[in-house]
């Protein structure tokens, strides 16, 4: 832009001393001249024009710039994860409605996105999350959790009851896409049973990217 002020200053000195000579006697003015000043002013007119949209070009870009800059930044910067565990040494359940489980134990939560009032996990950007739960139960109970996201199916994982199996282990897990806002949670179904456990039943997921 510099570089361009300085041309445009030689032509508009160039063009004033042109003009200058308008006082001159006609032949002096043909000779010097001939028809090529009226070309100069028009061409410092575009030349002009042509300075305003480049300027206006370069603003547009440095915004634009700007906004990218300031997106990867907060890419980089958003994290989150979180891990939970059921309080407590007891079975929960059986109930006669479906019933949200409550993880109250949080083992870590960056991002603040789970909720261990209600043991519901708010997506807070839309992306691509890795989302899983496992549990403990007793074998003299059926067992059966879903995975649910806004009231959606996504996952489950049950157990028959048994009478020689003392104990039951399970889980799953998946890849899902979430959209800002998405509610997640582990729902024990109705008649079923899991056991609480600080380190067994678990809820955990983490943001593996933005889309």
Not at 54 to 70: D, F, I, Y
Not at 130 to 156: C, Q, T, W
Not at 163 to 188: C, S
């Amino acid at each position: 832009i510099t570089r361009m002020n300085f041309t445009l200053w030689l032509l508009l000195s160039f063009c004033g001393l042109t003009l200058g000579q308008e006082g001159l006697p006609e032949t002096e003015v043909t000779t010097e001249t001939g028809s090529c000043f009226p070309d100069m002013c028009k061409f410092l007119k575009e030349f002009g024009a042509m300075k305003a949209k480049l300027e206006a070009v370069e603003t547009n870009l440095k915004e634009k710039s700007e906004a990218v800059e300031a997106k990867l930044k907060e890419t980089e910067t958003l994290k989150v994860v979180f891990s939970a565990g059921i309080l407590g040494d007891a079975a929960i359940g059986p109930f006669n409605t479906p019933t949200t489980l409550i993880y109250t134990r949080v083992i870590t939560n960056l991002g603040n996105a789970y909720n261990q009032n209600t043991g519901i996990f708010v997506a807070p950007v839309r992306g691509m999350y890795y989302l899983s739960f496992f549990y403990h139960a007793g074998g003299e109970h059926p067992v059966h959790l879903l995975l649910m996201k806004n009231n959606e199916r996504i996952l489950d994982s049950s157990d028959h009851k048994t009478l020689n199996d003392g104990a039951d282990n399970g889980g799953n897990a998946a890849f899902v896409e979430l959209q800002q806002g998405d509610q997640v949670n582990v729902q024990l179904q109705p008649n079923t049973h899991v056991w609480g456990s600080l380190y067994s039943t678990t809820f955990s997921g983490f943001l593996l990217h933005q889309v």
